[in-house]
């Protein structure tokens, strides 16, 4: 198997799109990654996204943008894995490039959202859950998550004070972002302070609806200082599945398939959680965040809150997580965040990361979530020098 | 021959009855008190557009002090027609004396179909063929039980008298422009009873885009900045986007004061605007310079500068100020609001 790199990133800023159409946004992302390299040809085309046929009655993704970023013929299909679109649409591009069937490939996600109002989309990410068992009822995703959270407040005894550091963080660091949805810092009172979703999550304990994409170009790590200095190689991979209902768990305070897909990245990539620089994780909700540094080994478990309060994922604490705002400030364009996530490791490691640059960042990781946890995908990032 | 209409005589109207927004969040679930405005006003059990246009069109003849007679045309501004298909304008113009020599008609802008009115009227005037026309925007606005326009959709409105720039008037215009697209945030299709709005996308690519051209273009016509204006009336579909609207355009919280009144009663829809510049008539001084921009959706926004003369000083009393009429006010509980507009169905 080849060992495979990132060699360039595109993506647009993270807004309520109003003047852009689900294949505007993916051309302007695309345009900026095709313009970072000079690769005389695209072998494949890999498009994660959600719900592009609820919001926009569009389907047949692969080949609309492959048409419209001007792609020679490749083949080119949508992946679809909930919110984890985006990372599974990566393990389609590795896979491709690792196995040597191409050369050149093109991994991106997309999402529209703003094209739908507020019930409608609160639809389509409820058909992330299990519509036979859970969603037909009337459950949103944000109530399912939501008893996640209650669940693991029982369990673990953790304040809302302490889990409502992690939105806190995150708009901290989007605050230094360009492109984030909210560039804007919170505090604890305000977070504590907004109404409620679904209780006992509040409103800035949410992710919500959001327009982007976001670009990565992929080829044989061996090809890639052809084409950059600075190539970014894809040392782990990992992804697993779980039950998509939730109440189908034995528990609902830990993704087990977050935990499987990081063992099989660490393992892939040789290194421990503790060696990890910089990580991007799926804080779709604040507890979902939570949940997840504690599932991808940074903390114990039912101590991850109490370390964000104390500074430990802010740059120059134990690692640094979500630097540029993460999904609740960076913003969550379903199927594209999984790839913002690569995005913003790969600037991380390449020292591009601005105001944001976390020192001799040289190992990244990404964790991104489909539904409830039902599909997990975790991947490490290595600088090559 | 002047080439400026002023206006001659205004008025407004504000029903006495307010419903509590914390009230209306109370029935609804929302007991955090995250609501867009204090309060607003509702129209009584017998009061509709055509009442409240009334009341406002009395007190503004009577600050005029003209013959209703010479009123050659009343034009209402609005999206709450009692009657789907018969003007509402010519039991106005009956109700004020103004028929039967008298051109009517019912303007639809949504929200800015009283500054359409404005638009009208001025250069009825102006052509010399009518010597005094009334423009009203006013509303009985509607929203759906538990939407979010419930908390401010409100009754309300103004009227205001156009003639030929004189000693007489109390204020004149000096520009105007419209600025229009089509933008679908806001709409009713017939034989509906409750618009539908299309949440945030009312904010930027609507209310804010369309305000924010039409007044730069005003001022790049006219040369003016926003310190050369003593006041600014925008469109108050609640009581943060006027505020931050003024803010983008680089108006002070001073400027828009007066004419800020969607905490108190809400949002009267094609009244809101011009009640709004009532309120800042009221307090004005010769030789202030207001800014009045409205916004509909649908979408657009008419801008307008306006200078005050002197007789304005003449024309406050014995008339109730528009502030006089906001503190006239009796709470109602949800059940007696759901009555008074008819939200209660057989």
Not at chain 1, 286 to 309: C, M, N, Q, W
Not at chain 2, 30 to 52: C, F, Q, R, S, W
Request: aromatic share 10%; with cysteine; hydrophobic share 40%.
């Amino acid at each position: 198997m080849r060992k495979v790199a990132v060699i360039a990133i595109g993506y647009t800023k993270v807004k309520e799109h109003w003047g852009l159409s689900i294949r505007d946004l993916f051309t302007e992302a695309a345009i900026m990654a095709l313009n970072e390299v000079t690769i005389d040809r695209v072998d494949a085309l890999y498009v994660g996204n959600m719900s592009s046929g609820y919001c926009q009655h569009q389907e047949h993704l692969g080949a609309l943008m492959a048409d419209y970023i001007g792609l020679k013929s490749p083949p080119a299909v949508k992946i679809e894995a909930a919110g984890a679109s985006g990372g599974m649409a990566l393990r389609e591009g590795i896979q491709a490039v690792a196995s040597g069937l191409h050369d050149f490939v093109v991994v991106g996600g997309v999402e529209k959202m703003s094209d739908v109002l507020t019930p409608d989309i609160t639809y389509a990410m409820a058909m992330a859950a299990d519509q036979e068992y859970e969603a037909f009822i009337g459950v949103t995703f944000t109530a399912l998550n939501a008893m996640i959270k209650r669940a693991y407040q029982h369990k673990f005894g953790v304040s809302d004070e302490l889990i409502a550091t992690l939105p806190v963080h995150c708009h901290d660091m989007a605050s230094k972002n360009p492109y984030a949805q909210y560039p804007f810092k919170i505090t604890i009172e305000q977070v504590l302070s907004s109404p409620f979703v679904a209780e006992p999550l509040r409103l800035l304990e949410c992710s919500s609806p959001a327009d982007g994409a976001a670009i990565l170009i992929l080829c044989p790590l061996e090809k890639a200082k052809k084409f950059t200095d600075t190539p970014i190689e894809i040392a782990g991979i990992g992804a697993a599945t779980d039950t998509i209902a939730l109440y189908q768990r034995d528990d609902f305070t830990t993704f087990k398939a977050t935990i499987e897909a990081a063992n099989m990245a660490y393992k892939m990539a040789h290194i421990k959680p503790e060696e990890v620089d910089v990580a991007e994780i799926h804080d779709s909700f604040s507890i979902t965040g939570v949940i997840s540094l504690e599932d991808l080994g940074f903390f114990k478990k039912g101590t991850a809150a109490k370390a964000i309060s104390e500074g430990e994922i802010a740059p120059g604490g134990k690692i640094a997580v979500n630097t540029f705002g993460g999904l609740k400030a960076r913003g969550h364009p379903v199927g594209a965040t999984g790839v913002y996530q690569v995005v913003e490791v790969v600037k991380q490691l390449r020292g591009e990361a601005g105001k944001n640059q976390v020192d001799d960042a040289e190992t990244g990781l990404t964790q991104n979530i489909g539904g409830v946890g039902g599909t997990v995908t975790v991947y490490i990032f290595r600088r090559i020098d | 021959m002047t080439k400026e209409a002023g206006i001659i005589g205004y008025g407004a109207y504000i029903p006495i009855y307010r419903v509590k927004a914390c009230e209306i969040g109370k029935i609804w679930g929302n007991y955090n008190g995250h609501v867009p405005i204090m309060e607003k006003a509702v129209a009584g059990i017998d009061e509709d557009l055509v009442t409240i246009s009334v009341e406002a069109a009395k007190y503004a003849i009577r600050r005029a002090k003209i013959n209703p007679k010479e009123i050659g045309a009343v034009y209402i501004g609005t999206e709450s027609k009692p009657y789907a298909v018969k003007p509402s304008g010519t039991i106005v113009a009956e109700a004020i004396g103004a028929t039967p020599l008298v051109v009517t008609a019912d303007f639809e802008f949504a929200c800015k179909a009283g500054t359409e009115a404005f638009q009208a009227c001025i250069d009825h005037v102006l052509s010399g063929r009518i010597k005094y026309a009334m423009a009203i925007g006013a509303d009985t606005a509607q929203g759906r039980p538990g939407d979010q326009l419930e908390y401010t959709a409100a009754s309300g409105g103004a009227a205001f008298i156009f003639t030929k720039k004189s000693n007489k008037t109390l204020a004149y215009c000096e520009g105007a422009v419209s600025f229009v697209t089509d933008t679908p945030d806001f709409w009713r299709r017939a034989y509906e009873h409750y618009p539908m709005h299309a949440e945030r996308f009312t904010g930027e690519p609507a209310y804010f885009y369309h305000i924010i051209n039409s007044v730069r273009t005003l001022m790049e016509n006219m040369g003016l900045k926003p310190s050369d204006f003593k006041y600014a009336v925008f469109h108050q579909p609640n009581a943060k986007f006027p505020v931050k609207v003024a803010k983008k355009l680089g108006f002070t919280m001073d400027q828009i004061k007066p004419g800020l009144l969607s905490p108190y009663i809400g949002n009267c829809y094609a009244g809101s605007s011009l009640v709004g510049f009532a309120a800042t008539l009221d307090v004005a001084n010769p030789g202030d310079r207001i800014l009045l921009a409205s916004y509909g959706s649908g979408a657009g926004s008419d801008a307008f500068s306006f200078v005050v003369q002197d007789i304005i000083l003449e024309k406050r009393n014995p008339i109730p100020s528009v502030r006089d009429m906001i503190g006239v006010r009796k709470y109602i509980d949800y059940s007696t609001y759901v009555k008074f507009r008819g939200k209660i169905r057989a």
